[in-house]
């Protein structure tokens, strides 16, 4: 037997953004026992080019919402992008969690050849449902919580692999 659509993903999604949220419950301990503000945490990045923190979790969060509702037919919640403490992110994560709650298996199972057309900015995107979730939402996803991990464990904050693998 093979595993559904929704199996692949919804689960998945909702654990590892529940570990993001726990590895930025973290970074703010780790800024209130440095007496930093913690803005200097979630303003940092790991190169120049690279987006801050603040923005990994965003889109981090956002290949989540709009990945399963272009998938599963329904319209993505529209959220402000303009979050910057970390009470704000944990806000964003819970939110996209309540959001792929409201998802049921019979909205993603069964959409594996359905197409999906999508632009960011000049780029155009086509996908089948299968390729669009292994092949970008996914990878996607992990990059960015991958990043926001290594953003704060190189600040110095002590997070490990179980915090983002979680339990």
């Known amino acids: 037997m093979a595993i559904s659509m929704y199996h692949a993903s919804i689960p ?8 993001l949220s726990g590895i930025l419950k973290k970074g703010e301990e780790y800024a209130d026992t440095k007496k930093l503000d913690g803005n200097v945490l979630t303003g940092d990045r790991l190169f120049p080019d ?7 979790v965003l889109i981090a969060c956002d290949q989540v ?10 319209e993505p919640p529209k959220f402000d992008d303009k979050e910057t403490t970390f ?15 409201g998802i049921q298996p019979a909205q993603v199972d069964g959409t594996e050849a359905k197409e999906i ?9 086509e996908f089948v449902g299968e390729q669009y979730l292994l092949t970008w939402i996914i990878p996607n996803f992990y990059f960015h919580i991958t990043t926001t991990y290594n953003i704060l464990r190189s600040n110095g904050v ?10």
Not at 158 to 167: I, N, P, T, Y
């Open 12 to 19: 998945q999604f909702k654990k590892m953004l529940t570990n």
């Open 50 to 56: 690279m987006f801050p923190l603040t923005k990994q």
């Open 65 to 74: 919402k709009n990945g399963m509702a272009r998938i599963a037919g329904v």
């Open 87 to 101: 009470a704000e992110l944990q806000e964003r994560i819970a939110k996209t969690i309540a959001f792929i709650d």
């Open 117 to 125: 057309k999508f632009s960011i900015k000049e780029w155009q995107f």
């Open 158 to 167: 002590e997070v490990g692999k179980m915090d983002f693998l979680g339990s």
